[in-house]
């Protein structure tokens, strides 16, 4: 009786086993034509330019989050805004590049709030201009916000 079981155990598995290769299949395939879609979009350069400005925004921010703790535990008070502004901005930027980087319908509402935290948080960091993790983080967010607002034009347009 085991061995019937067993038998059929198996048959059932390669059964659920080819209806799960048969929706990969599928999905492979709508997802091979929905990055063509995407591709022939006609904002589809402002929708990348501004995901590569938001990823690499939030990557300077999240690199001067850490570079401003190490100042802030070190007893340089002076710096908690500009920490709180980077790691803040830091999420909207990653939000906003994930959004853009699949032209999502929302990429334009996450682009708007991510140029204005970029606007703040570049200014923050401005106030340290000989610091280069500072210096570095404010342009990033400059071109960052810039990015955004780019797309965000097209799109509208």
Known sequence: ??????????REALTYLGGAAAGLAAFSGSTV???DEQESHPHAEHFTKCAK???DCMSSCGSCYSHCVGLVTGGKQDHVKAMKSCVDCAELCATAAKLASRHSFYA???CE???????????MCEKFPDDRHMA???KACTDCAAA???MIKHIQA
């Open 1 to 10: 009786m085991f061995e019937k079981e067993s038998v059929m155990d198996r």
């Open 33 to 35: 034509r929905a990055r």
């Open 53 to 55: 400005a938001c990823a």
């Open 108 to 110: 334009t509402i996450a």
């Open 113 to 123: 709030a991510c140029a204005k935290t970029c606007d703040e948080c570049a200014t």
């Open 136 to 138: 570095a983080c404010a």
């Open 148 to 150: 955004c607002r780019d």
